[in-house]
């Protein structure tokens, strides 16, 4: 029974001490704003901190993300293009696609100044059809920066997959 009688000496020796000590109004103001501040960081750097392992440390899969509704219908636009089949709507599907894909490299948060820079951040650890993708953004960068470049119906056809793929893996098709 001392302990008893201790632990109680105890909490009462400090709640006399918190009665006769009250801190001036303007520190408790103080201190409230820095415990809402703190619990404010904690929150957003777990947040954080739990996306960066997942995507950038760990090298899991990079799981699914939301993607804006309209994603369907503008893949369903780029098989269209490559149903048509002449040389003009190949390309577009090739460049829409691509850029389909690097809208959802930047919602995923990867940084860069083109795609090509946040394609450099995958790794194949992430994303298993990352070499085809590479593949399917030279032949987009071809088109763009090669006047006259001719794409045939079979190399349209390699990079569409090349981004289903992805976009599968990636769960947003």
Same mark, same amino acid.
């Given at each position: ?12 020796? $400090? ?20 415990? =809402? ?23 899991? %899969? ?25 040389? =003009? ?8 696609? &691509?850029?389909?894909?690097?809208? $959802?490299?930047?919602?995923? &948060?990867?940084?860069?100044? &083109?795609?090509?820079?946040? $394609? ?7 994303? %298993? ?21 001719? $794409? ?9 997959? =090349? ?11």
């Amino acid at each position: 029974m001392p302990f008893q009688e201790l632990i109680q000496s105890l909490l009462t020796a $400090l709640e006399n001490l918190r009665q006769n000590f009250k801190p001036p109004l303007f520190v408790e103001a103080i201190s409230a704003l820095l415990s =809402a501040f703190f619990l404010f960081l904690i929150v957003n750097l777990t947040m954080r901190s739990n996306r960066l392992w997942k995507i950038h440390v760990a090298g899991e %899969s990079l799981g699914a993300v939301s993607f804006p509704r309209h994603f369907d219908k503008k893949w369903q636009a780029i098989l269209k293009r490559i149903k048509r089949g002449d040389d =003009a709507n190949l390309k577009l599907a090739v460049i829409e696609a &691509d850029t389909l894909f690097d809208s $959802l490299l930047r919602q995923m &948060d990867f940084e860069g100044k &083109d795609a090509g820079e946040r $394609l450099e951040k995958l790794n194949g650890a992430q994303l %298993s059809c990352l070499e085809d993708v590479w593949l399917a953004h030279k032949a987009r960068n071809r088109i763009v920066h090669e006047p006259g470049c001719h $794409l045939t119906h079979s190399e349209a056809e390699r990079a569409i997959v =090349a981004f289903e793929k992805a976009f599968k893996e990636l769960q947003v098709l």
